[in-house]
Structure formats: C-alpha cells, structure tokens
C-alpha cells in the first residue's frame, strides 16, 4: 500500500512540474485560397490571395513562392512578396499578379461566357515564408516554410465584369 502511494505521489508531481513548464507553441501550415481574382486590361490576373492562419499564435507572413494551374493546364509562377501580420486563428489578403497562358485565358473566357453558372478548377501549390509573431513569443525567432496546397473552382460574379470569385 505504501509503494502505491508513493508511486501516485510521484505520478502526482510529475503532472504539476510538467504543467509548470514552458508553454508550447502550435504552429501549423496557412490555409491559403484564391478569395477574387480580376483580369486586368493588360491581360494580367490579379490575384488576392487569402491567408488563414492556422496556428495557436501569430504569424508574420513574408513571401508566397508557387505555381496556379488552371483547368490542368501549364502551371504558371506565381511570386509575392509582402509583409502579412495575422493573428491566431484569423485570416487576411494579399495582391499578386500572374501572367496567364493564352490556354487559361481561352478556358477562363469559355467559363465568362457561362456566366455564373460557369466554373473553372484551379490549383495553387508552393511554399510561404513566415515566423512567429515576435510580440507573442520574442524568443522564437526561427523562421519558417511551409508548403501549401489549394484547390478549387473559380466562376464569374454576377453584374462585375472580369471578375471571379
């Protein structure tokens, strides 16, 4: 009876000196998706691309490196760079700018012409460079990269021409 006793005592503080440590960061890869996308009189596509922020803490994002495929064509690159502060769990936009191939303007014009019933798949993949908000954890400065992946359907908004959502 004695040696169980002395065993739950020490279980006992073991539990309290592990609750009394440091507390532990949970940082998780952005979701990130194309929330508009606008094709610009030079033919470009103007992205704003949304960051949600997946993680127990803040995170600085800095710079998204990828490629958008669009109806399973030729991906293209797409580059930003920028300084995104957004806190846990909370999301916010980012602009880039993509030159498309004439295939993907031929299937986004096939799409226009549907109107809004039209839809057309896309893929964005690539890596974001992010740290830890420093406000919420100065000692981690370390640096991340995270890859992402997003799937889904652009179709034309009714009433605002060249725009898709």
């Not at 949970?26 to 508009?36: A, D, K, N, R, Y």
């Not at 920028?82 to 004439?102: C, I, K, M, R």
């Not at 954890?137 to 995270?146: A, Q, V």
Request: with cysteine.
């Amino acid at each position: 009876m004695k040696r169980l006793l002395h065993g739950l005592a020490l279980l006992l503080l073991a539990i309290v000196l592990t609750a009394c440590g440091p507390q532990r960061q949970s940082v998780f890869p952005p979701t990130i998706t194309i929330q508009q996308m606008r094709v610009q009189p030079d033919g470009a596509w103007q992205l704003t691309l949304r960051f949600q922020n997946n993680s127990y803490t803040g995170m600085e994002y800095q710079s998204i490196e990828g490629s958008l495929q669009v109806a399973q064509g030729i991906p293209v690159r797409v580059h930003a760079t920028f300084n995104l502060d957004v806190p846990s769990f909370a999301g916010d936009v980012v602009q880039a700018e993509v030159l498309p191939t004439p295939a993907m303007t031929q299937a986004l014009q096939a799409v226009a012409s549907k109107g809004s019933s039209g839809s057309l798949p896309y893929v964005l993949n690539g890596i974001v460079h992010c740290v830890p908000n420093l406000e919420d954890h100065p000692d981690n400065k370390n640096p991340r990269d995270f890859p992402v992946s997003s799937n889904s359907f652009l179709s034309p908004v009714p009433g605002v021409p060249n725009t898709y959502r």
